[in-house]
């Protein structure tokens, strides 16, 4: 690179140079002189320390006065909750003292005992009532279904308890529609039956003279067909006749035919 090449380089370099040094020589005059136009800072002198010194004193005399009521009203309140327990408890002790005082072992019931309110026993005795009742309906269901199963042998059913019937005269008025068929109870006045049980035991032997009945062809008219409804094991109801056989065939049959005379080829009529 020749000398005439490097000097105009130089050259441009150091103008650069200037006008930057020219740029920062402005700068710091203009911060200068914001320096000096900016405001005195505040003079702080004894008495200004004084008066601070008093006020941060007084501040925390303060905070303590504060804290010291706090902590008496917590103490005032702990004397009154205290106060409060002693007199509940004193009215306790007084109270159980009046009920022992005028507790009557005959009306109340001996010491220690509770005894129930009159509408817990209001509600038990309702509730022992419905549970009579339930067990009563049940017995009557039971009875009519035991005479329902042997009535049905001769396409009958067995009726509903009447108003006011109590279950013995029921199941005496269910066994007269089929005391007929027993010989050793025919003759019986079952309403001289008082003890249940042993209306049990002609009920059981009535029952059992009458299905032995109801299987003998004997028992129904020539022209009798009783129709038999039975459930079978899937709820199905399956209906079944008994009787005579001619009952129902004799509609089917053709009238009786009698040859008188015979007419052949070689016969003359």
């Known amino acids: 690179m020749t000398e005439n090449m490097i000097e105009p380089k130089a050259d ?22 914001m320096e000096k136009n ?18 941060d004193s ?11 009521e706090e902590a008496k009203k917590d103490e005032d309140d702990m004397k009154h909750r205290k106060d409060a327990k002693k007199h509940r408890k004193d009215d306790d002790e007084e109270s159980m003292m009046d009920d022992a005082e005028g507790s009557n072992p005959i009306e109340h019931g001996p010491a220690g005992e509770i005894k129930p309110d ?17 067990e009563e309906e049940a017995k009557y269901a039971d009875a009519q279904a035991k005479a329902d199963s042997v009535l049905s042998a001769f396409g009958k059913s067995a ?15 269910l066994l ?13 006045k079952l309403a001289s039956i008082k003890d249940a049980k042993l209306l049990a035991l ?31 094991r899937a709820g199905r109801t ?6 005579a056989m001619a009952a129902w065939l004799d509609d089917f049959k053709v009238p009786a035919l009698r040859v008188k005379e015979f007419h052949l080829s070689n016969n003359k009529r």
Do not use: W
Not at 12 to 33: N, P
Not at 46 to 53: E, H, I, Q, T
Not at 58 to 68: A, G, Q, S, V
């Open 12 to 33: 441009a370099q150091g103008e650069k140079l200037d006008t930057i040094l020219s740029i920062l020589s402005k700068v710091v005059a203009r911060v200068d002189e």
């Open 176 to 188: 007269r529609g089929l005391q007929a068929y027993s010989d050793s109870y025919k003759d019986i």
């Open 118 to 134: 009159d509408d817990e026993e209001a509600m038990c005795d309702d509730e022992e009532e419905a549970m009579k009742a339930d």
């Open 202 to 232: 002609a009920e059981k032997q009535i029952f059992a003279d009458a299905l032995n009945a109801a299987k003998s062809p004997s028992m129904f008219a020539a022209d009798q067909l009783i129709e038999m409804n039975e459930k079978d």
């Open 238 to 243: 399956i209906t079944k006749f008994k009787g």
């Open 58 to 68: 007084k501040h925390r005399k303060d905070d303590d006065e504060e804290e010291e």
């Open 38 to 55: 900016l405001p005195a800072a505040p003079l702080v002198t004894a008495v200004d320390k004084k008066a601070k010194k008093d006020d």
């Open 159 to 173: 009726s509903r308890p009447l108003q006011g019937e109590n279950l013995l005269a029921y199941r005496k008025r």
